[in-house]
């Protein structure tokens, strides 16, 4: 069974000041990997995919991700955040094996933005 | 383009009343799927398909149905409407031609009372 484990609920930054929210995973065979946004009252946005080559992958709005498999990560990263930026993250996994990608996300991290 | 319809937006059951949420993609993809969104547990996959006519269960199935009669749609029914299944339902869809990424809608959130 795969799992993802995100172990921060939230995450405090002021604005300009790098971020990192945690995801960390569990598959069999190699891992895609995923992080989506959701805003207040909203549908899950897509950020950015990991599935195979370069280790940093780099998504939508200034937003990074670090997969490293020898520690099941996945980190997501920005180099300078934003008030806007504040918003709920998923981190998601999903085998390659099957015809569907059947996704299974973290309990989310709340990121909070600060002047 | 709209992407991932869902109606309603808003939805108030009493326990027992049954309810079927509508989701409608304009992107021709052929996988789409339910979740519901519960506090502190993320997105719990409910039935997915992957084309016309085909429906599979997914990580908490019991007390849901599903239709996929068009390419289109995918249709969540709660026969008996329990609280239990007071919650943010999601719909998503996907396509292999997209690397599988899930383009979401805004979501149906139902209160059973």
């Known amino acids: 069974a795969q799992s993802v484990a995100q172990p921060e609920d939230q995450v405090n930054v002021a604005e300009g000041n790098p971020l990192t929210v945690k995801c960390t995973y569990s598959v069999s065979g190699n891992p895609y990997l995923f992080w989506y946004v959701q805003y207040p009252n909203r549908g899950l946005q897509f950020l950015l995919k990991y599935i195979t080559g370069d280790n940093l992958v780099k998504g939508s709005y200034g937003f990074e991700a670090e997969f490293n498999k020898s520690q099941t990560s996945f980190h997501l990263k920005k180099p300078s955040a934003l008030v806007s930026d504040s918003a709920l993250y998923f981190c998601?996994?999903?085998?390659?094996?099957?015809?569907?990608?059947?996704?299974?996300f973290g309990t989310g991290t709340r990121l909070q933005v600060t002047l | 383009n709209a992407g991932v319809t869902q109606t309603p937006k808003f939805r108030v059951l009493k326990t027992g009343q049954s309810m079927t949420l509508l989701c409608a993609q304009d992107?021709?993809?052929?996988?789409m799927y339910w979740y519901r969104q519960d506090p502190g547990m993320g997105l719990r996959l409910i039935h997915y398909?992957?084309?016309?006519?085909?429906?599979a269960k997914g990580e908490v199935p019991d007390g849901y149905n599903v239709s996929r009669l068009k390419k289109q749609n995918f249709l969540l029914g709660l026969e008996s409407a329990a609280p239990s299944q007071t919650s943010v339902y999601f719909c998503?869809?996907?396509?292999?031609?997209?690397?599988?990424?899930?383009?979401f809608g805004a979501g149906t959130r139902l209160s059973v009372l």
């Open positions: 398909s992957v084309g016309e006519g085909t429906t």
């Open positions: 998503a869809s996907s396509t292999r031609d997209r690397g599988n990424i899930q383009y």
């Open positions: 992107m021709n993809h052929e996988y």
């Open positions: 998601a996994v999903s085998s390659p094996t099957g015809t569907a990608s059947k996704l299974t």
